[in-house]
């Protein structure tokens, strides 16, 4: 459909639009560690880099620098628990490669 010229955002557009958001805006999609690394709309890079923000220290409370508060999230989330979340993406990513290493070949050359 084209509307004044335009063409309208087709499925692949919409879901960059989506990744786009979770990662620019957050707090709208997650209010916790566990919901970014269990999210099936983001990859991997994206997710750690939501969490590396959240971790930084630019989002410590002043008062208790082991919590965080980044902007728009209710409530102060602990860093160890920001922490264990970079290390579930970690070792999620390790059994993938894992995995991959222990797969045997599809086919085989005969000589």
């Not at 620019?24 to 919901?35: A, K, M, Q, V, Y």
């Not at 959240?54 to 922490?83: F, K, M, N, T």
């Not at 045997?104 to 000589?111: A, L, N, S, Y």
Request: with cysteine; proline share 6%.
């Amino acid at each position: 459909m084209t509307i004044e010229g335009k063409t309208t955002a087709g499925p692949a557009n919409v879901l960059d639009a989506i990744s786009a958001s979770h990662i620019l805006h957050p707090h709208r999609h997650f209010s916790h560690p566990n919901e970014v690394v269990v999210s099936d709309t983001m990859t991997t890079e994206e997710k750690r880099a939501i969490l590396a923000s959240w971790a930084s220290d630019l989002h410590a409370v002043e008062s208790c620098p082991e919590l965080r508060h980044p902007p728009g999230v209710a409530c102060s989330i602990r860093y160890q628990d920001i922490l264990s979340a970079l290390k579930a993406l970690d070792g999620s990513r390790r059994d993938f490669v894992k995995r991959r290493q222990t797969r045997r070949p599809v086919c085989t050359i005969f000589g």
